[in-house]
T-cell receptor
Framework: AQTVTQSQPEMSVQEAETVTLSCTYDTSESDYYLFWYKQPPSRQMILVIRQEAYKQQNATENRFSVNFQKAAKSFSLKISDSQLGDAAMYFC???????????FGDGTTLTVKP | DTAVSQTPKYLVTQMGNDKSIKCEQNLGHDTMYWYKQDSKKFLKIMFS???????INETVPNRFSPKSPDKAHLNLHINSLELGDSAVYFC????????????FGPGTRLLVL
């Protein structure tokens, strides 16, 4: 069975500061992808960043970057220069490409303080 | 243009009724999903279809029946609605190959009274 664990139900950060959201996963598959999704109060699921498991280089998207530690099965999200608009629930997900199935963590609610 | 669309966005209904939620994607993806997000915001997969064939069916009551008339559509029909069915239901589609990514619809908020 594939599992994704987000150990921080809530996090807060001061505007313009940096915050890291944790995610660990467990899968027996060798071919998988990892994602971070953002869900603002509108409930829309917005893709933030994706990482191919076969790539060693950490993915980056503007202020968002990941620290992918494959051996440790860890996939944390770093948000730099936090903005008020970053406040949302963040979900980590692991996509098993063979089964075509994604497993999501339980989410981390991020609050950004002005 | 909306990539993954769902209708309706809001659905309020009485217990015992039968309702359907529609999903359409214009991305040309082969795989589509239904997820349920409960009041605690836990997101769980319900069904997955690939080219109109059911490939994932998590432990979901028989009252829920997905229907895929073609690979661009995956509708969710719910019979005999119960209070516990109240949730946000998300449709998603999945691109394969080098750009493996799931794209989500806007969600349908279902409230069963």
């Amino acid at each position: 069975a594939q599992t994704v664990t987000q150990s921080q139900p809530e996090m807060s950060v001061q505007e313009a500061e940096t915050v890291t959201l944790s995610c660990t996963y467990d899968t027996s598959e060798s071919d998988y992808y990892l994602f971070w999704y953002k869900q603002p109060p509108s409930r829309q699921m917005i893709l933030v960043i994706r990482q191919e498991a076969y790539k060693q280089q950490n993915a980056t998207e503007n202020r968002f970057s990941v620290n992918f530690q494959k051996a440790a099965k860890s996939f944390s999200l770093k948000i730099s220069d936090s903005q008020l608009g970053d406040a949302a629930m963040y979900f980590c997900a692991c996509l098993n490409t063979n089964a075509g199935k994604s497993t999501f963590g339980d989410g981390t609610t991020l609050t950004v303080k002005p | 243009d909306t990539a993954v669309s769902q209708t309706p966005k809001y659905l309020v209904t009485q217990m015992g009724n039968d309702k359907s939620i529609k999903c359409e994607q214009n991305l040309g993806h082969d795989t589509m999903y239904w997820y349920k997000q409960d009041s605690k915001k836990f997101l769980k997969i319900m069904f997955s279809y690939n080219n109109k064939e059911l490939i994932i069916n998590e432990t979901v009551p028989n009252r829920f029946s997905p229907k895929s008339p073609d690979k661009a559509h995956l509708n969710l029909h719910i019979n005999s609605l119960e209070l516990g069915d109240s949730a946000v239901y998300f449709c998603a589609s999945h691109s394969g190959g080098a750009w493996e990514t799931q794209y989500f619809g806007p969600g349908t908020r279902l409230l069963v009274l």
